[in-house]
């Protein structure tokens, strides 16, 4: 288990007759308001429902891993839906080819399973990935427009990893919290986090920053890439950045990057996957 | 000079009093209605002659290097433009940054210098460079969407390279025209011919085809990339492939690839680049 007070809420027991099923998709976030249900009816979510609506016959309401603030990717968001047993004849690994035939193309189902009562989709996450990428601005291409963060330069990869290395760990992460963060304390464990250089398909270079979590706060990973990237832009040190995360105090982050270059690639629902972490720190 | 019967156009002079400029451009075709002025307005054309019309405060029409079909994007096409001698106190090498500032971000203009009148777009093209770029339908992510072309899946990718081998060299391209082509005689020269792996920015696996002609024939890469994948998923040999072409009948070739994985990559207006096709010939 996280070292961290973060709780985790109990879960709410499948109700008799019904089973689960487990949805791993990625969308194009800069074609949706966010992964919540809109009152306009643009949420990823409201548009699964329609969908599986369709194809049961009957209403159906996903519960994704987490939310997705509107402009924010997925490459491996997990949800879960409930539904009568027996109440189509499409087994559960089929539902993934039914659902992309009707979806837009924007939003694609990698895989769907049966799931038991003992899973859920939010409730049970032990990690979370994201990847941000980010490209120098006069190396953008059309085709990056919405989907990467784009900054005067790219800085010394090996300034913006030596940050990064100083998240890693336990901490109060208050420095990189939005005043709109509701969540009590912001003590938060990172198992993983790092920068990498890549290149896209055309071979043009980019930076990803890898982050994995037990949990974030509201806009933590995107006020963490915002300040690593302004403060490696201005040459600020290593100790530089640690000074921001120590003092605890949100007026120090220097900015928060934009959704675009943000992607929820992963989630993990495995127990031991991080339990090195437990046992090193 | 190539040695094909493709003739090349006789120059318009540069009028009196004017001066020639040099753009450089990437653009993503999905947005537009193809490079050609439109009656609606939206060829990527119009809005240039837009823009500049506004930085100069006279009517500009750009030459392109030659036109692109809808959805199929640029990396690198080339266009100029004629305009008053004094006409702007903007530097020719400055309307690169003062055209993105007006444009939309489906346009990007990577480079702006002076010409000089012998210098046409597109009648002093020397070489055209595309790339094709495709994926497994199965493998693929919203973000492919219009973008890269999808199949079945990816065939040994030694096999597709053994067909575009065959391509290599000057031949009557008939079987890979169009029936709308009217270019006359179907004789081209192919400089560059291959299939190479490669990967995305999310490290998903792709292939793509990179061909450089002196010229090609309406819808020809298109055929040539249909013809080869799907040859190529029936498991078809490097000699049932050769057979194709040779026959110069264009009811042999199988299908015409989509719009969406072609991009127009580099516009070549160097003599010498491909002299050595010539003296190997």
Redo the contacts between chains.
Sequence with gaps: MARTDWKRPALTPLAEGMKRVRLTL???GSLFNGWQSQDNGVGVQDVLNEKLGEIYGLPVRVQGSGRTDAGV?A?GQVAHYDVPIGSSRIGDERVALALNARLP????ILESASADASFHARFTTMAREYKY?VKAQDE????D?G??GLYRRLPEIALLDGYARQLFGTHDFTSFASARDQSGSAVRDIYVSRWDE??????RR?Y?YTVVGNAFLYHQVRSMVGTMMCLALKGGSVEDFKAILDSKDRSRALTTAGAAGL?LSRISYDETEYQWFEEMM
Tied chains: 1, 2.
């Design positions: 990625s969308y194009d990717h490459l193309h924007s939003i694609r990428f953008a291409l059309p085709f427009e989907h990467v890549g290149r896209d398909m055309f071979s980019l990803v992607y």
